[in-house]
């Protein structure tokens, strides 16, 4: 028997490579363990049926010492990232039977590795939402605490992981889609640098805010992940080479601050979620790191920023949706009432609600006064976030105002769901990339869950938040 | 109210959204009150600077890269309807 509780990615490639498992008994142990759980959490929709084949090519790698950090490693992946000749559907009905006709760059990556492809995951429709209730597949369940949300729109992802159903898994962060259920669920969710992972494959949400991200169980997994499927592409224009943004020079020798907008954490947050968020700064203190006061002006705009970029441009890239190239067609009388219908019943409740203002932020009339606004005071948000990286090296803030809630407690209310994402959004608008990583529990409802603290870098900066992640957690 | 019933209807038909009467009055408080959030930046100023971006456009030469039909079929495999190698849709003139 293979103890998975305690498996990681890096302690997983010693035992492999020493032949103390094959990557089939490893991944044999995982399929049993999704068999016993993914009916109660619903973490994925579809496991695939060449998992053992994948499996065998691994061993026969390992056997041949073509060995990568990722290889024979079983992972999830999201249901927006195309893996060639299997469906991909975004949580949503519109794309029902869309089989995917290339591979995303990302997963062209991890296939070059012999990484090994479990199945794929659940997400909120389109990656739009907090909490997976947007799926048109049912919703993810926490596998900590099953009447409660696993968080999104990575749940699936996210929840494949901490149910043992998988030892990492991909998922995408628009607004802090693979943080927030990380946070939920007490693993490490990465947000790389906004062009720092290519998105070739990746279904458009907000292309300028969208960015694929690892989940894993610790820091050093979260960098093996990211180590593997980052870097420039040329079908993705907006991944950079190592030579645009300048380097952190050899933090380690030095004595790093941190920076802690406090202005922004005074209403909003639970007690008892300020006091484990103290505490972890008191951490961060002993562990040598200096504590700075800042302040970032414009940080509270950021929200009513994103929630006004993330819709115009998902209204623009859902156009594609229209019955005629792929996915669902309704039959209408016409060709205009085919798209009518086919978007009308195809697209869920949410995603329908966005298109719309999407669409109202972007018509004539309303363009200056929401979207232009928004672009500029997205970038008075950048100079804010510049100015304080020259005082400090990185940012701390909670990752979520709250622990997991309960399935059903915010569906009624889309605004109150929106607010989840107050402190995750300010990363995707400023492009940096930031980290959550688990820090302790809080008491709800009887039951202990998981928060996250969530850290920010300067662009490119993502080994800083590794060794902050690593230093935190005593790995 | 920042928006009304009308409105919404307006903008379902421009996204090319089909929804009815009773949507349409949910979506109307619903949209209302998330443009009333989102509306607080309309007083912000902000000083509108150039910004010299990081990033720059991509180009590559105009010519074909893939095989002849190497994604053709898959591709079209996924649509909902066709006839040979092209997509069928219903008379528009």
Redesign the interface.
């Known amino acids: 028997m293979i103890d998975i509780s305690t498996l990681t990615i890096f302690s997983a490639r010693k035992k492999l490579d020493s032949k103390e498992f094959s990557v089939v008994e490893l991944v044999k142990t995982y399929l049993d363990e999704i068999n016993r759980k993914n009916k109660d959490i619903n973490a994925y929709l579809e496991i695939y049926n060449d998992v053992l084949e994948q499996a065998k090519m691994a061993d026969q790698a390992i056997t041949r010492g073509e060995i990568f950090p990722m290889t024979g490693i079983p992972i999830a992946v999201k249901d927006n990232i195309l893996i060639e000749g299997k469906t991909a559907t975004s949580g949503s009905k519109i794309l029902k ?3 995917a ?2 591979d995303a760059t990302v997963i062209k990556k991890l296939k070059s590795q012999h990484a090994v492809f479990l199945g794929r995951a659940n997400m909120d429709e389109f990656a739009m939402g907090s909490s997976t209730e947007n799926s048109a597949f049912g919703v993810t369940k926490n596998p900590l605490d099953p009447t409660r949300v696993a968080g999104g729109s990575s749940g699936g992802s996210v929840a494949s992981v901490a149910m043992g159903g998988a030892l990492a898994s991909l998922g995408s962060d628009t607004g802090g889609s693979v943080r927030e259920p990380t946070s939920f669920c007490g693993l490490v969710g990465l947000k790389p640098t906004y ?1 720092g992972v290519s998105r070739y494959g990746l279904m458009a949400l907000g292309s300028s805010l969208d960015v694929i991200g690892p989940v894993t169980k610790t820091v050093t997994d979260s960098e093996i992940l990211w180590d593997a499927i980052k870097g420039q592409d ?1 079908m993705d ?2 991944t ?1 080479s190592e030579d ?2 300048p380097k952190n020079k050899n933090s380690k020798n030095k004595s790093l601050t941190i920076g802690v907008p406090y202005h922004i954490l005074e209403k909003g947050l639970r007690g008892d979620v300020r006091k484990n968020f103290d505490e972890s700064i008191e951490k961060l203190k002993k562990l040598g790191y200096k504590i700075k006061d800042i302040k970032l002006p ?1 940080i509270g ?1 950021s929200l ?2 994103y ?2 970029i993330m819709p115009a441009e998902a ?1 623009s890239n859902l156009a594609r949706f ?8 309704i039959d209408g009388n ?8 086919t ?3 195809g ?1 869920g ?1 949410e995603v ?2 966005r ?3 999407g ?3 972007l ?1 004539t009339g309303y363009y200056e ?2 979207y232009n ?2 672009i ?2 997205r ?2 948000i950048s100079n804010d976030f510049q100015k304080a990286f020259t005082e400090v090296n990185a940012i701390a803030l909670p990752t979520t105002t709250g622990p997991a809630f309960k399935i059903g407690e915010k569906a009624s209310d ?2 109150a769901l ?1 607010l989840e994402d107050v402190f995750t959004v300010p990363a995707n608008i400023v492009g940096v990339p930031a980290i959550s990583i688990p820090s302790g529990s809080v008491n709800d409802g009887g039951v202990d869950l998981p928060l996250g603290i969530q850290f920010m870098a300067p ?1 490119n900066c993502e080994e800083l938040l590794f060794e902050i992640g690593k230093k935190f957690l005593g790995e | 109210m920042a928006i009304t019933k009308e409105d919404v209807k307006n903008l379902a038909d421009l996204a090319r959204i089909e929804i009815d009467d009773k949507e349409t009055e949910k979506m109307t408080k619903e949209i209302d009150s998330i443009l009333v959030y989102v509306g607080q930046i309309k007083e912000v100023k902000v000083t509108s600077e150039k910004v010299v971006l990081k990033l720059h456009n991509v180009m590559r030469d105009d010519v074909v890269t893939n095989a002849p039909n190497q994604y053709a079929e898959k591709i079209l495999r996924n649509a909902p309807a066709r006839e040979k190698s092209y997509l069928k849709v219903k008379k528009i003139l």
């Open positions: 039977g869309f089989v006709p290339y062009g040329k224009s907006t950079y645009v943004y414009n705009y009513a920023v929630y006004i209204s229209d019955g005629v190239k792929y996915g669902l067609h016409d060709l205009l009432s085919d798209y009518l219908k978007r009308g019943m697209f409740e329908r609600r298109i719309l203002i669409t109202y932020v018509s006064a929401y606004k928004a500029h005071l970038q008075t889309p605004l929106y662009h």
